[in-house]
T-cell receptor
């Protein structure tokens, strides 16, 4: 069975600091991995996805993530945090032939001025 | 650009009442998904349609829940005899036919259900 673990339900960084949100997955077959962002009272927006091409994936709003098979990780990073990055972030996994996404529990990112 | 829309955005009901939510996917998308998100948790898959066919249902979808997509366009999710544990955000998503190994799911704003 597939599962996703996001380490840290709440991360707080200063504006301009590095953002690192952690995601580890469990999958018996090669996974597809995703990061979504959710702003208050809104749906989920895709930040980036890994679908077995390049292991370093660049997404929108300056975010990127690196797929590390040996560590079963797909951590999300951004070099310099902006106030507008404050939101809930979800890591999700799927695999070829499946349609549903399996989400982690989410990490709330707070940006301090 | 018309994204995924959901109606209503908020619903407050009393325990035991029936409720129905509607989802309108992006017009050219033939796949439609329902997820449920409780407070402080990630979304959980409920069910999935390809055109009008319901192809997969989660064990979370008890017999009080029913979803339809009669003409392969909009979908409805009905909850009968609501319980307080049904209080959650119900999210709808859609995606287009396969053009690669995976298709991005586009999410609507959700319907927040509160059962009193």
């Amino acid at each position: 069975a597939q599962s996703v673990t996001q380490l840290g339900s709440h991360v707080s960084v200063s504006e301009g600091a590095l953002v690192l949100l952690r995601c580890n997955y469990s999958s018996s077959v090669p996974p597809y991995l995703f990061w979504y962002v959710q702003y208050p009272n809104q749906g989920l927006q895709l930040l980036l996805k890994y679908t077995s091409a390049a292991t370093l994936v660049k997404g929108i709003n300056g975010f990127e993530a690196e797929f590390k098979k040996s560590e079963t990780s797909f951590h999300l990073t951004k070099p310099s945090a902006h106030m507008s990055d404050a939101a809930e972030y979800f890591c999700a996994v799927s695999y070829q032939g499946a349609q549903k996404l399996v989400f982690g529990q989410g990490t709330r990112l707070t940006i301090n001025p | 650009d018309t994204g995924v829309s959901q109606d209503p955005r908020h619903k407050i009901t009393k325990r035991g009442q029936n409720v129905t939510f509607r989802c309108d996917p992006i017009s050219e998308h033939n796949r439609l998904y329902w997820y449920r998100q409780t407070l402080g948790q990630g979304p959980e898959f409920l069910t999935y349609f390809q055109n009008e066919a319901q192809l997969e249902k989660s064990r979370l979808l008890s017999d009080r829940f029913s979803a339809e997509r009669p003409k392969g366009s909009f979908s409805t999710l009905e909850i009968q005899r609501t319980e307080q544990g049904d209080s959650a955000m119900y999210l709808c998503a859609s995606s287009s036919p396969p053009g690669g190994p995976y298709n991005e799911q586009f999410f609507g704003p959700g319907t927040r259900l509160t059962v009193l």
